[in-house]
């Protein structure tokens, strides 16, 4: 059995920094809707988490992942210690910190709530899925549950007395949701029987909670194909009563990662008993109400991929300050020379700050959407236009957040084993869990080459353009702002070449969707999304530099932050001299319409 040990890591000063000096969260706190809260409740509830995470689920990621989740005659039994983690989950509030107070909650900014996430996954992945699922299965029945739904579910679901889940996928649709065949046949009485099987329902069951209220995509028998045909429906594991509802658990998925979440396969009516509620009492409005819950799902998968992503960065930063191997560069003719941390040899500190750039670079994507979301909520009722173009870049950044962050988590991970060296492979150091751990997130929730279609195929488009070429204005305007700046007035040239290109790329697009060369989109739509992330990636990390280049010049030669804000200018020059100065090329390469994956036959691939 694993040992009950803490791996887990969290830079709080990083976050401090996002809040206070970049995006401004206090601009908001003390009036509607955030009255209640300031900037020392913010800082206590980001402190009182890390102690939470460390103390109490943290210990039991490696324990998780060592047991797994077990079948046991028919119900899902979860690892040791997750009970207690759960029950002590809800007594602290940190589920709730940005729920209404009507259900229970805190009414705190959402960019708390997700920066309380980000540490909460990256403690322990798999024990998080739960109550994040159970969250945002709550935020449908909120958004569009009747009352009586609302009343009847949320409460609970909020207290952790329930738990939820949503389940879209079907063992002959994938990601296909539109080919789903659920049937949902009324009973007369307002109530539908639900027939059918759901495939990788991630907390499909579970020991932790009282009940479980899954979301099910279904369809009535008149209702037409596809997508627009389907309902959402409401349908708790147990009856009120307590008796079971016939849902089953057919299988938990073997799986390479989160193996202490129960990826499940649910058998839904086999006795023809099982029971459901249409939301809202609306049919065929399913998929824009699952598409609610999705929007909030892929955020979180973003901050997934970003938690597990920081905590393999700081513990190898870790490793490479204490393990001594070689010599300097310096010495290398002298076999004598005494050996050196690691963290001195160059290609080490490459990698270091490679993986230092891109976590605080997608963590600063992370609360520039966040308080988007925000600063729309405050805005709702007194200055609707302002609020529009707030979510509209919400709606711009989510894939963006998604894809990148989840692509560029597996990726700093496999970096974070690699300065490891052979250490990194041993389950003995958390980095090799948290590579396997972060793997499905550029799968679920819509794989990210969903994402990119996502981006080219409507998210450029949307509202006649405007969303982007808000964007756009507003990386201009720092653009011109800062051309002359001292130490980044080469970088900041970068991103202005980048956001030519960018341009230049997005009317690329609109040219093969107008022109007759549609099977290019696909075959490019993740360069574009990839690009898109690259740019704004290098705005926010350089936005950051320029500010932490304005705060160390007023502090005393030997404050500890002088060391902080010098990691921010040399992040931010690197992530443009090595990764923004890529995105032009990458344009170029879009440009080239290379058709060699579309046109080489299906034979030349081999046979297996």
């Known amino acids: ?137 709550a935020e449908v029945i909120e958004a569009f549950g009747t009352p009586e739904q609302k009343e009847r579910w949320l409460h609970k679901m909020h207290d952790g007395t329930f738990a939820g889940t949503m389940c879209l996928t079907e063992p002959q649709a994938g990601s296909d949701v539109g080919s789903a065949t659920t049937r949902a046949i009324r009973n007369g009485d307002g109530t539908y029987k639900i027939k059918g099987t759901k495939i990788f329902i991630s907390g499909g069951d579970q020991d932790l909670s009282k009940n479980v209220v899954h979301l099910v995509l279904a369809r009535t028998d008149d209702a037409p194909p596809g997508t627009r045909g389907l309902s959402l429906f409401i349908v708790p594991r147990d009856k009120p009563d307590g008796s079971s509802n016939d849902v089953t658990v057919a299988s938990i998925e073997a799986k390479m990662g989160i193996k202490a979440s129960s990826t499940c396969v649910l058998n839904f009516g086999d006795d023809d008993n099982c029971v459901g509620e249409v939301v809202g009492g609306e049919e065929q409005k399913g998929i824009s109400q699952m598409f609610h819950m999705m929007n909030f799902a892929r955020i979180g998968v973003g901050i997934q991929g970003l938690a597990v992503a920081s905590s393999a960065y700081l513990n190898a930063v870790e490793y490479t300050k204490e393990r001594k191997q070689g010599s300097s560069i310096k010495q290398w003719k002298d076999a004598a020379a005494p050996r050196v941390p690691i963290i001195e040899h160059a290609d080490v500190r490459r990698m270091l700050l490679d993986m230092k750039a891109r976590v605080e670079g997608i963590r600063a994507l992370a609360v520039k959407l966040t308080m988007h979301i925000d600063r729309a909520r405050a805005l709702e009722g007194t ?212 058709r060699t994956p579309i046109d080489v036959p299906e034979a030349a691939f081999g046979n297996a």
Request: proline letters at 4%; glycine letters at 8%.
């Open 1 to 137: 059995m694993s040992q009950l040990l803490n791996r887990y890591k969290a830079d709080l000063r990083d976050l401090k920094f996002l809040l206070w000096e970049q995006f401004k969260l206090q601009d908001l706190l003390g009036k509607a809707p955030y009255a209640a809260w300031g900037n020392e409740e913010v800082d206590t509830v980001l402190a009182e988490v890390y102690a939470w995470v460390q103390k109490v689920t943290g210990p039991y990621n490696a324990v998780g992942d060592h047991h797994g989740c077990t079948l046991d005659n028919g119900k899902v039994k979860t690892p040791p210690g997750f009970k207690e983690a759960w029950k002590s989950l809800y007594d602290a509030g940190w589920r709730n910190l940005a729920v209404a107070e009507e259900y229970g909650g805190q009414a705190g900014p959402f960019t708390l709530s997700m920066l309380a996430e980000e540490m909460m996954c990256g403690a322990n992945t798999s024990f998080n899925m739960y109550p994040a699922l159970t969250a945002g299965a």
């Open 383 to 594: 200055n609707s236009v302002e609020a529009q173009y707030h979510q509209g870049q919400v709606d711009l950044l989510v894939p963006l957040l998604k894809a990148y962050g989840s692509d560029q988590s597996f990726q700093i991970c496999a970096t974070a084993i690699q300065a490891y060296g052979g250490a990194g492979y041993l389950k003995d150091n958390p980095v090799e869990q948290y590579c396997r751990d972060a793997k499905i997130f550029s799968i679920y929730e819509g794989t990210n080459h969903i994402q990119a279609l996502d981006l080219v195929g409507r998210k450029l488009g949307q509202k006649g353009g405007a969303n982007v070429q808000a964007f756009a204005k507003d990386v201009g305007a720092f653009v011109a702002a800062n051309k002359e700046h001292p130490v980044f007035k080469e970088q900041i040239a970068l991103l202005a070449q980048t956001m030519e290109a960018l341009t230049a790329s997005a009317m690329r697009f609109l040219g093969w969707f107008t022109g007759g060369k549609m099977e290019l989109v696909p075959l490019s739509a993740n360069r574009m999304l990839e690009m898109m992330s690259e740019a704004t990636v290098g705005w926010l990390l350089l936005e950051q530099g320029v500010i932490a280049e304005k705060a160390a010049a007023a502090l005393p030669a030997d404050h500890p932050d002088r060391a902080f804000y010098a990691g921010k200018r040399y992040a931010a020059q690197y992530f443009a001299n090595n990764v923004l100065a890529t995105v032009p090329l990458k344009a170029q390469l879009l440009a080239k319409e290379d």
